[in-house]
């Protein structure tokens, strides 16, 4: 009834899963299932392996959507290579485009990101981009066709939640296509947090994979985002710096009349 | 499976709902109805009231536990008397306990609170004050032999959120008894955020009642408090300075034997 | 010509020092010189002490004011002999009062304090109570006549700053006496945070005597508290959501008429 | 003693003016005056105006050496003309390079930014480019030759302060020149802690300029720049989640021996 909808395909969960961290394929596959999401991103090197079975295979054995990207590309010409690719060995024009600065920060780099995004939707992409918080960064991969703008709240693996909420704000505001929450979530509100500030769905992989209880942690990240996508349309009390009794009359005074 | 147990009473929904500030009956029903409550504060002149029906026949129809408060008391004396009458009228020795200081903050008044709590305890009622966000008022509040504790987040209706969640997590820390956020709430993060912090229960009006569509409100309130108590157990991802891959290897280098 | 003062006093340096934490007499009083402090509080038993030179003789040649506290104390009957001891052996009716809850949190005992507070100012004493951010206590401590109110931003010796601002603004408002921040001060911006919102002087020990160079970040305190004072009588700008060009116009077009 | 060094040219404060916002050309002198300032940016437009003395006879006249900005400039092209035609007017080779990507964010367009910043070096200028707070952008700042990095701490005009610390310390760590906080100080506590960051210097203009008290938020700036930058270097202490007395036995017991 309410659906997520990119690139024209409708998502009835708006969790989009990572798969990095998990520790076993088993434990992944639980967490997945736990998590209700339809759509998950692979790196190309992991799709396919021989040895326990693939997370290609238990993506379409779980019906979920696979969503290649492009991990550890440090330039446009990489990424576009990786994507390509991909777009053969998963029969996919679907990517998740990432292009990092370095491998410490794990940071997009701003300029090759929209170079690569440029290239792939002139080819037949629909791309969808790993970018920082800059709302005109935003706007540029936007501009150049991308069909959803996915921002990090923090860096990669932190779990330090969303760092400037105004700059996630401001994309949302300014956004054509989906926007969602990528990377810094650490915790239920996190999530929720992200879906109230407007963002059409929310991409984690480390704060389920690495909890403690994956498939537990799995499940609350489902319900904060929809928890998160309700109140954000249910239309919040606004905040106020002064005290408002709930009721200023109630149980005050007459308690005669109460009994 | 994981109850709330409060003076050895279980309850299955950690939300505790006000009926303050609902414009009418009907969309009270409703919103309670959407957030799974079981127990719901009423003001003692609240309780009968002839003319569409009143709140007390309301919760005992959707089998919904009342809990008296004392909302609008001033003094210990005030309250004392409030939760005396209410025991009668009610038919139960529960009593949410609030003594406010005056009518512009709606602040807790410690003192008399802490007094009026001794004399409600030693006279046989469940007690369940409202406080200030002070780990050491919560100390005394347990130790006069308080069933719960319930610290605000922010003041009453201001919808800011929990402003000192170290407090938050030094009373949950040192609390024998169940803990339950109190005031301030105003969306799904901040009440999935209390249940991370520790917190047993979310008790909540304002931010229902309020919103713009209450039953969706309600619905997120529900959902959010579950995500975060799950967040709770399931033992989230410790926050990083520094970004960490979410797996180092994945799509890097060897796209040969990818393919 | 812009003075604190407090029950009567008037003092040049908005900053009051603490003495704990210094590794040695010489370095206190070089950190105090640079400070500018003229008010600074001992513990009693560190008063006379014969060794090295007393604390009490450094305070007086230099000029600064001596203010005995009662730290260690748990309870208003321990606080209360502490203090007339302290005016004997002080030769002041000023007091800094401290009621501590316990050894652990060092945070003040709300009951307690108001306690001793009544019973000393009633006993002639000058009163300058240390407690928490509540603005209920910080009322009923002004009511039984304290000289000031000294909340703490955060915990002693943890350096958080100011936890919650909104509760500092809410004492400063509602005191008829000067406000003293007193604990929690990590470094210089959380000083001229504290005057900005309003507080009259600001009370730290740890943050400089336990910093890597004591005399630097005294004197960093020092124009702190003097920055922050003159922010808040400067009339800062409001903060807004959206951007504001400093100029509209400026540097616009018109090339040719700027040559 | 501690000079600012930019492209090997010293300054003895480090608190860089703007000029917009300004009311009157008198009003910007006595607040320039108090700030201290040795560095002031002005618009190219503005440097040539008959009417009442133009604000390049100002800075002369008060020994504050102009630095030209290309504020207004929507593209790389109208920049480098911009700054070329500065060049010419005001006889000096340093540029505040502005590219803005929409009259309404008033946010840096990140990718002509860094192409201006390319030019302009290579034609000989001293380039100092206000930025938004990406690292990754910054260091691209940096690998282009120029002179200083100027990242954002909040939109112009907001006076929100710095939105995401984090990414300053960031910026401060991988820069090889000075990294100047422009743009989003409200008020002295903000520029302090832009310095405790380890900013080398702070950009400020409607934060004094439209105060209530120019001169007196502009002395503010200047003691609150010179106070983060003391506490920057004397080595703050740690953040502790628990309480920590300065004297863990200061004052109690032994009241015996005190006397």
């Known amino acids: 009834e309410d659906p997520l909808v990119i690139a024209g395909e409708s998502f009835g969960s708006r969790l989009i899963m990572g798969t990095g961290g998990a520790p076993s394929l088993l434990g992944l596959e639980t967490a997945l299932r736990a998590s209700g999401t339809e759509l998950t ?17 238990l993506l379409r054995h779980n019906g ?52 690569a995004a440029r290239t792939l939707v002139d080819d037949g992409f629909v791309v969808l981009p790993y970018t920082n918080d800059d709302p005109i960064l935003a706007r540029k991969l936007a501009d150049v066709g991308c069909s959803a703008i996915m921002p990090l709240g923090s860096p990669i693996g932190t779990g330090l939640g969303i760092l400037n909420p105004r700059n996630i704000e401001a994309i949302v505001a300014g956004a054509p296509v989906p926007v969602v929450l990528d990377a810094g979530i650490g915790t239920a509100s996190d999530a929720a947090f992200a879906m109230e500030l407007g963002c059409d769905a929310v991409l984690l992989a480390t704060s389920v994979t690495r909890a403690a209880d994956p498939a537990r942690m799995a499940r609350a990240m489902r319900q904060a985002i929809e928890a998160g996508r309700d109140a954000h349309l249910a239309g919040r009390i606004p905040r106020r710096e002064q005290a408002l009794a709930s009721s200023p009359t109630e149980g005050r005074a007459n308690l005669d009349l109460a009994l």
Do not use: M, Q, Y
Request: with cysteine; net charge negative; glycine share 4%.
């Open 41 to 57: 991103t692979v790196a190309l090197r992991r799709v396919h392996t021989g040895s326990e079975g693939s997370i290609w295979d």
């Open 64 to 115: 979920i959507r696979a969503l290649p990207n492009t991990a550890g590309c440090f330039s446009a010409n990489e990424a576009i290579l990786t994507a390509k690719l991909a777009r053969e060995a998963c029969e996919t024009n679907w990517v998740k485009l990432e292009v990092i600065a370095d491998d410490t920060s794990l940071l997009p780099d701003p300029i090759e990101l929209v170079s």
